[in-house]
Protein backbone atom coordinates (compact mmCIF):
# COMPACT_ATOMS: atom_id res chain seq x y z
CA UNK A 1 0.00 0.00 0.00
CA UNK A 2 1.35 3.24 -1.07
CA UNK A 3 1.76 5.84 1.80
CA UNK A 4 2.63 9.43 1.81
CA UNK A 5 3.21 11.21 5.22
CA UNK A 6 3.88 15.13 5.12
CA UNK A 7 5.28 16.65 8.41
CA UNK A 8 6.74 19.59 9.43
CA UNK A 9 3.88 22.34 9.33
CA UNK A 10 2.92 24.31 11.75
CA UNK A 11 2.87 28.28 13.05
CA UNK A 12 5.50 30.96 11.87
CA UNK A 13 6.12 34.40 11.81
CA UNK A 14 6.23 35.93 8.46
CA UNK A 15 9.53 36.07 7.35
CA UNK A 16 9.98 32.83 9.01
CA UNK A 17 11.49 29.66 7.93
CA UNK A 18 10.07 25.95 7.48
CA UNK A 19 11.04 22.66 6.05
CA UNK A 20 8.05 20.22 4.96
CA UNK A 21 8.85 16.69 4.66
CA UNK A 22 7.22 13.65 3.23
CA UNK A 23 7.90 10.52 3.71
CA UNK A 24 7.12 7.64 0.81
CA UNK A 25 6.15 4.12 1.98
CA UNK A 26 5.15 0.87 -0.91
CA UNK A 27 6.37 2.34 -4.33
CA UNK A 28 9.57 2.96 -6.27
CA UNK A 29 10.58 6.40 -4.61
CA UNK A 30 13.89 7.33 -6.64
CA UNK A 31 11.37 6.52 -10.40
CA UNK A 32 8.52 8.88 -9.49
CA UNK A 33 8.11 12.43 -9.56
CA UNK A 34 7.58 14.37 -6.73
CA UNK A 35 5.74 17.62 -6.14
CA UNK A 36 4.75 20.08 -3.81
CA UNK A 37 1.21 21.31 -3.42
CA UNK A 38 -1.04 23.72 -1.49
CA UNK A 39 -4.61 23.91 -0.67
CA UNK A 40 -6.44 26.92 1.30
CA UNK A 41 -10.63 26.55 2.02
CA UNK A 42 -12.66 27.16 -0.79
CA UNK A 43 -9.79 26.54 -3.67
CA UNK A 44 -8.43 24.92 -5.80
CA UNK A 45 -5.17 23.17 -4.98
CA UNK A 46 -2.20 24.66 -6.79
CA UNK A 47 1.40 23.27 -7.79
CA UNK A 48 4.14 24.76 -5.94
CA UNK A 49 7.03 23.04 -6.55
CA UNK A 50 8.13 20.12 -8.87
CA UNK A 51 11.15 17.48 -8.61
CA UNK A 52 11.74 15.15 -11.27
CA UNK A 53 12.98 11.67 -10.76
CA UNK A 54 16.15 12.63 -12.57
CA UNK A 55 16.44 15.58 -9.56
CA UNK A 56 15.15 18.38 -12.05
CA UNK A 57 13.05 21.15 -9.92
CA UNK A 58 10.81 23.62 -10.95
CA UNK A 59 8.97 26.52 -9.44
CA UNK A 60 5.93 28.32 -8.59
CA UNK A 61 6.29 31.72 -9.62
CA UNK A 62 5.09 32.78 -6.35
CA UNK A 63 7.82 31.03 -4.51
CA UNK A 64 10.89 31.34 -6.64
CA UNK A 65 13.82 32.22 -4.67
CA UNK A 66 11.92 31.83 -1.66
CA UNK A 67 11.24 28.04 -1.41
CA UNK A 68 13.71 25.08 -2.43
CA UNK A 69 12.38 21.27 -3.46
CA UNK A 70 14.90 18.73 -2.65
CA UNK A 71 14.88 14.55 -2.61
CA UNK A 72 16.76 11.87 -0.56
CA UNK A 73 16.17 8.83 -2.74
CA UNK A 74 17.67 6.67 0.34
CA UNK A 75 15.53 8.16 2.90
CA UNK A 76 12.42 8.20 0.00
CA UNK A 77 11.62 11.58 1.09
CA UNK A 78 11.27 15.03 -0.67
CA UNK A 79 11.53 18.13 1.29
CA UNK A 80 10.07 21.65 1.19
CA UNK A 81 12.01 24.46 2.50
CA UNK A 82 10.45 27.46 2.78
CA UNK A 83 11.80 30.87 3.66
CA UNK A 84 10.43 34.31 3.80
CA UNK A 85 7.57 32.98 4.49
CA UNK A 86 4.54 35.42 4.38
CA UNK A 87 0.97 35.49 5.28
CA UNK A 88 -0.69 34.17 1.58
CA UNK A 89 1.18 31.35 2.10
CA UNK A 90 -0.42 29.60 4.68
CA UNK A 91 -2.32 27.09 3.12
CA UNK A 92 -2.50 22.89 3.38
CA UNK A 93 0.37 21.81 1.88
CA UNK A 94 0.75 17.98 0.11
CA UNK A 95 2.83 16.25 -1.39
CA UNK A 96 1.94 13.91 -4.32
CA UNK A 97 4.35 10.91 -5.99
CA UNK A 98 3.42 10.59 -9.55
CA UNK A 99 4.42 7.82 -11.98
CA UNK A 100 3.39 7.54 -15.43
CA UNK A 101 -0.33 7.99 -15.67
CA UNK A 102 -0.56 6.87 -11.23
CA UNK A 103 -0.53 9.07 -8.84
CA UNK A 104 -0.49 9.35 -4.60
CA UNK A 105 -0.96 11.92 -2.55
CA UNK A 106 -0.65 12.65 0.93
CA UNK A 107 -2.82 14.25 3.53
CA UNK A 108 -1.44 16.98 4.28
CA UNK A 109 0.29 19.14 6.43
CA UNK A 110 -0.62 22.83 7.82
CA UNK A 111 1.58 25.84 7.75
CA UNK A 112 0.21 29.19 9.52
CA UNK A 113 2.05 32.09 8.87
CA UNK A 114 0.58 35.18 11.15
CA UNK A 115 1.22 38.68 10.14
Known amino acids: QVQLVESGGGLVQTGGSLTLSCVASGLSFSICDMAWYRQTPGNRRELVATISSGGWTNYADFVKDRFTISRDNAAKSVYLKMNSLKAEDTANYYC?????????WGQGTQVTVSS
Open 96 to 104: KAAFRSAEF
